[in-house]
Every structure is written in structure tokens, then in C-alpha cells.
């Protein structure tokens, strides 16, 4: 009998046999512990359906109404980057064994998986300058979250401090779990661009387990993280820095300036922007704090052979046993996106990585440059990563909607978070952005601001 259904292939005789199993005649009669009175009658307010082939070409129509990196000139960024992605990255992501993988609980049968994990450990390891990583987790929000908690938790204290600077979004994930755990957040304020000093030091306290800052921030600047790691350790808590690990190409690792943890988001390594995720958060610590890392580790062994292999160690956590003494819930990871990290990061090499984060830097110089000279005022004159912020004098929706028509995505409206910055953009270079496409976006910027 033909199937009436592509992806669902039952046949009215499947379907009498079923029904004859359970003992009913009809579906109707399957349904009838439901009330009458709550049954839908009539036609459901929805299209008709269509044909494979039509709902395949409608579905593209719609589509291509939507704006993408592809086809746009982005300059959007606030924690989401358009960055150069290796051809290969998705070529080995799609191989079976990697896209349809779950946790590795048996490492005699996920040797692949746990290695591809483990190396990408390593890595992370080398570029924040920390003893340990753990094997990934949702995004570097919740990273940051959990190392706020973590803090709390190893110090016994009830407060921490993050700066103004720290992307919004990450700040509410890190108020919404420490309010689980009845820990205080006090918020720095910022300073240029920067966290105050003097503001950190009238708040830091013998009760503060940790500080949270960004690296770079969210404004695109450089933080002093000697200066801020030296008066959190002289109140006995914890330096938690959440960087971007793209920029740690250029900047010094937060492990060589006094960080005890450094977590983030790995995506700006081989992994889409994707309407805002699933992306990877990254969390590396100290040696000392390892058996309070929230998430999975995969070690290296050796069998009975002496041949090597890779495990999940330290099993004694959250997720398997202990859980009345657990720090964290968080029993998964985000094993496919770091696979697509771990491979962007082999294919570029130390050089590459270097490379493109030299690329961010100098385009962003230019394109702060080319604003000031345009008359725009560009705020905040410290060191740049990525990120500007630009007075535009007019409602940032408006600029941006002009700039669409002229195939360019705008960048962030900084009025929707810091109201004292109304009027402001954000606005993102990064490597795949050219000098044509930059001078531009000003001269379509400049139009508007006229």
C-alpha cells in the first residue's frame, strides 16, 4: 500500500493492527478518556498541505528573505563573532561517529570521541595559560555562571563582584544561578571603557569569593587583569576572567596575570553564529581547583598493552554520585561544538591563530580610525579587540535599518542594555570584514549621521 506519509511510514493496516493490540476499534475511541466539551471541532486555522517538492521551494523562498553573513557585510557582533571557518571543520563534524556521539561513558568504545575531547583540553589549556580544562560545556555564559558559583562555593563566602564590562547577557546567567544558591552579586561599575579600580577596591570585601571580569570586555577594551588579580588575592578570593580565546593569540594568557579560573566561549573558533548558539563554553582553572570543576575531564592512560588511551576521570561527580554535595547540575557538554573548535584550532596552527587575532586588531584600529576621521565620535581610547563603540547622535534602529537596504548588518545597540550609552553602536571587525567593505559601512554611516 503507498504511504501517505514521507517520514512516517505506517499504512492503514499498521494502523488497524495497532489499534486491534490495544483493544479499541477507532482513534477516535482511543482518544475518548479525553472530554468532549475540551475536543477541538472543525478545521485547524493552518495552510493546506502542500506537495514535498512545493513546501521545499516556499520554505527557500522565505529564507532568502533573511540577512546573513554570507550574502551581508556583518558587523554585528556583542559575543556572537563572523570569523573565518576551515572548510574541513564541517567535513569531520558530519562524519557519524562525531555527529551522532553521546557521553562516552564506555572509553573502550569512544576512543575517538574522548580523544578529540582531550585534545581539545589541551588546547584550551595552551592558549588561557591554565593547568586544566574540562571537556566543554553549553556556552560561555553558563561557563562563567558556573565559575561564579564555584568560587562561592570553594572560598565558603557569599558574595561576588563582576564588572559592568562583562557582556549583559552573561551577567544575568551568572544573577539567575547565584540566586539559587542565595550568593550576593554586586556589580562594578566601569570607567572609560574599563572597570574602576577605585570602585573594586571600595567594593571588594573579607566576604567576596570572587571577582568576574571580561577579557576583552564587552566594549572591546583590554583589562588590566595584573592589577584587578592582585586586589582580589589580597582579600583571599578567587580571579574568575572570561576571555575570548581567539584574542589569547595576541594578548597575554589570564594564567600568566593571576586568573585561577578563565572560562569563555569557544566560538569564535570554527563554529557559526547560528542565531546565537548552540555555541561551547570553555572553563579552565588551576590545579588546586580541579576537583571542583563543574562538567567532565578526559585523562590519558596507558592499557595492559602499554598502548594509549582516554578515559573520563575524576568520576566521583555530580552527575554519577554525590549529588547532595554537588556545586553544580551540569552533566553534559557541548561535545560536537568542541570537536568543531578542536579542529578550526589544528587546521589554523599557532601561526594562524595568531595571525587572525593580529588581523582583528589592526582592522579594528583601522576602522576606529576611519570613524574619527569620518567626525564620529569613538569612544574609549585604550587598546581594541574586535569591538568600538560609535556615537551615532541618532536612534541606533533607524541607522541600522538604512543600513540593510545597503547590504550591511549594523552592529549592537548599546541603549538596549546600558542606557547612558542611547545613541551608541557597537560595532564589530573581525577578520573577514575587508577594507572596501569598511570604508563603506562609514560612508553609509556618515550619510545617516548628516
Not at 544558591?181 to 570572587?210: F, H, M, R, W, Y
Not at 571577582?211 to 572591546?220: D, E, I, K, S
Request: glycine share 8%; net charge negative.
Amino acid at each position: 500500500m503507498k504511504l501517505k506519509h514521507r517520514y512516517i511510514p505506517m499504512t492503514d493496516s499498521d494502523r488497524d493492527e495497532m489499534l486491534s493490540t490495544i483493544g479499541v476499534a477507532t482513534v477516535d475511541e482511543l482518544f475518548e478518556d479525553i472530554p468532549e466539551k475540551v475536543r477541538f471541532k472543525g478545521e485547524l486555522n493552518i495552510k493546506k498541505a502542500k506537495s514535498e517538492s512545493a513546501l521545499t521551494k516556499e520554505l527557500a523562498q522565505l529564507a532568502a528573505k533573511n540577512a546573513d553573513a554570507r550574502t551581508y557585510a556583518s558587523f554585528l557582533g556583542a559575543g556572537v563573532y563572523d570569523h573565518y571557518k576551515p572548510i574541513i571543520v564541517d567535513h569531520v563534524i558530519s562524519r557519524s561517529e562525531f555527529y551522532t556521539a553521546y557521553t562516552p561513558y564506555q572509553p573502550e568504545i569512544s576512543q575517538g570521541e574522548l580523544q578529540a575531547i582531550f585534545e581539545f583540553q589541551t588546547m584550551i589549556c595552551e592558549l588561557t595559560g591554565m593547568d586544566i580544562a574540562n571537556s566543554s560545556m553549553y556556552d560561555g555564559g553558563t561557563a562563567l555562571a558556573e565559575a561564579g558559583t564555584m568560587v562561592a562555593g570553594h572560598t565558603r563566602r557569599t558574595k561576588i563582584l563582576i564588572s559592568e564590562t562583562v557582556h549583559p547577557e552573561a551577567r544575568d546567567v551568572v544573577l539567575a544561578y547565584a540566586t539559587g544558591q542565595s550568593i550576593e552579586v554586586v556589580t562594578i561599575p566601569q570607567k572609560d571603557g574599563v572597570t574602576d579600580l577605585d570602585q573594586l577596591g571600595e567594593l571588594i570585601d573579607d566576604n567576596t569569593a570572587g571577582v568576574l571580569v571580561q577579557y576583552p570586555n564587552f566594549f572591546g577594551q583590554v583589562e588590566d587583569l595584573q592589577k584587578i588579580g592582585e586586589m582580589t588575592h589580597e582579600k583571599g578570593g578567587l580571579f574568575v576572567v572570561s576571555a575570548n580565546p581567539l584574542a589569547l593569540g595576541v594578548l597575554t594568557p589570564p594564567g600568566k596575570l593571576g586568573a585561577d579560573i578563565t572560562v569563555g566561549d569557544a566560538q569564535p573558533f570554527g563554529i557559526a553564529e547560528q542565531f546565537g548558539g548552540p555555541h561551547c563554553g570553555y572553563f579552565a582553572s588551576t590545579k588546586k581547583l580541579m576537583r571542583k570543576m563543574p562538567g567532565r575531564l578526559v585523562g590519558e592512560t596507558t592499557d595492559e598493552a602499554g598502548r594509549r588511551g582516554y578515559v573520563l576521570t575524576l568520576q566521583a561527580r555530580e552527575q554519577h554520585i554525590r549529588r547532595d554535595k554537588a556545586t553544580s547540575n551540569i552533566c553534559s557538554n557541548q561535545a560536537l561544538n568542541a570537536l568543531a573548535a578542536s579542529v578550526a584550532m589544528t587546521a589554523l596552527g599557532k601561526v594562524g591563530v595568531k595571525e587572525i587575532a593580529y588581523q582583528n586588531i589592526a582592522k579594528t584600529a583601522y576602522a576606529k580610525s576611519a570613524f574619527e576621521k569620518a567626525g564620529f565620535d569613538v569612544k574609549y581610547n585604550g587598546a581594541h579587540f574586535n569591538e568600538i563603540v560609535v556615537d551615532v547622535k541618532k536612534p541606533i534602529k533607524e541607522v541600522n535599518a538604512k543600513l540593510l537596504e545597503k547590504g550591511f548588518i549594523g552592529g549592537y545597540d548599546l541603549g538596549l542594555t546600558y542606557p547612558e550609552l542611547s545613541n551608541h553602536v557597537l560595532i564589530a571587525v573581525t577578520e573577514q570584514r575587508t577594507k572596501e567593505e569598511i570604508d563603506a559601512l562609514v560612508q553609509e554611516m556618515e550619510a545617516t549621521h548628516a
